[in-house]
């Protein structure tokens, strides 16, 4: 399992495209941490159910995806993360991710996050563009209260006008009792713009940062691309 005390990354594909680009893709990122020495969870999300646009790819739904991410994840021995939507997803998730995964739109629904904690596994909640900082402490209440012990917390900015998502560090200076984690991809509009946001994120003792890699039908300008995630990783100079 992650050492949360030490720099790690959660990385992958928006959502499961095929069963072929998951594994390329995971494959040269593993290859990629291992020769730097970091640690890695595979992310990549089986059905995006809270696409903008109707015609949207949403990927290959529950008992694919984790048919998907359970046979890359023995054949790569790799560890892998991925969304949740609903109470009985959460549980039955559990069998299969190392790490269970709360959408920004549900970070605040408890029977979810109630779920997720009774599997036992680390909890990663995306917070929502519309929670507040001082909400936090009320949405990790309910996850150790229902047994979780490793609560993640992924900040992926706060809504500023109309689409518009801004990052505000000074909320990384609170005490907590979870381990911060950064989007340094869904927080800007280009994926170029993410290097300068992970090295302020790493500037002020964040260790985890969230990075989506190699997407081609789901959100794709704010995917680093497979090519540069070398080179992206070596500026971090982590």
Known sequence: MVDFSKF???AGPCVIESYEHLYDTAALIGQIT?????QWVLKSSYDKANRTDIG?????GFERGMGILSSIKRELGC???SDVHSDDEATHAGRYLDIIQIPAFLCRQTDILVAAARTGKPVNVKKGQFVSPGSIPDIVRKLSYSGCRDILVTERGAQFGYGDVVVDFR???LPCHWVDVLDVTHSVSDWRQSLPLARAGLSVGIKGLFVE???TKCDEKRSVPINEFEEFLKCLKV
């Open 8 to 10: 790690f990354l959660i």
């Open 34 to 38: 291992e020769k730097m020495g970091v």
């Open 56 to 60: 949207s790819f949403r990927g290959c």
């Open 79 to 81: 560890l892998v993360t």
């Open 171 to 173: 909320r990384f200076n």
């Open 213 to 215: 890699v190699g997407s």
